[in-house]
């Protein structure tokens, strides 16, 4: 099984709608992770969380939300979906006792119609 | 606001040559920086990471820190069809927009 799990994987939605993004992870890890891609944008950090009670903004984060249930899980909202949040979504992990290398998911593909 | 540049590319390079790959940031008090390579499609998988300044050697791939010219880059000897893909520079969770890299058989 996959460390770093990502549902759905592909994912199609209406403007103004609200959707969940999930990520779960088995590596143990203590920080996760959200960024999306764009094309010709790279990687862009949206949240992220240290541990359970630390969450971040990162450089995008308006728009979005999230949750971190339990280490092993982080999940991202867009509370009413709109057509230029439409990208790939990954999470990632990363732990913080052996470095700051970040394992990623495989991805969610988000179309906002 | 933290940055990470690089050559968008795409870089086309002969099978068996070296592929120099460039990034530059602009966080001065960086001390972490990464190397991920991606395949069109699949997420991100790191190559190498480097800490001190100086070059770190992992098989055919040379990473080289300069903090001084707040520089970091990525050697391939004896590119090979297989390395064609986006390389991303990271420094901590800041990534540049890749470069892409074509061997060329």
């Known amino acids: 099984d996959a460390d770093v799990t990502q549902t759905p994987r592909n994912r199609i939605t209406k403007t103004g709608k609200r959707i969940m993004l999930e990520c779960s992870q088995t590596?143990?890890?203590?920080?996760m992770y959200w960024y999306r891609q764009d094309p010709g944008l790279g990687l862009r950090l949206i949240y992220y969380?240290?541990?359970?009670?630390?969450?971040n903004k990162g450089e995008i984060s308006d728009g979005y939300s999230v949750s971190r249930q339990a280490q092993a899980k982080f999940s991202l909202s867009l509370e009413s979906a709109i057509p230029n949040q439409t990208a790939l979504y990954f999470c990632?992990?990363?732990?913080?006792?052996?470095?700051?290398?970040?394992?990623f998911g495989p991805g969610t593909r988000l179309l906002v119609l | 606001q933290k940055e990470v540049e690089q050559n968008s590319g795409p870089l086309s390079v002969p099978e068996g040559a070296i592929a120099s790959l460039n990034c530059t940031y602009s966080?001065?008090?960086?001390?972490?920086f990464f190397w991920y390579r991606q395949y069109s499609g699949k997420s991100p998988e790191l190559i190498m990471f480097?800490?001190?300044?100086g070059d770190k050697e992992d098989g055919r791939f040379t990473a080289q820190l300069n903090k001084a010219s707040q520089y970091v880059s990525l050697l391939i000897r004896d590119s090979q069809p297989s390395d064609s893909a986006t390389y991303l520079c990271?420094?901590?969770?800041?990534f540049g927009t890749g470069t892409k890299l074509q061997v060329i058989p």
């Open positions: 990632a992990t990363s732990d913080a006792r052996v470095g700051e290398t970040q394992y």
């Open positions: 590596k143990g890890h203590d920080r």
């Open positions: 969380s240290f541990d359970v009670k630390d969450i």
């Open positions: 966080d001065r008090g960086s001390q972490s």
């Open positions: 480097i800490y001190s300044n």
């Open positions: 990271a420094v901590k969770e800041t």
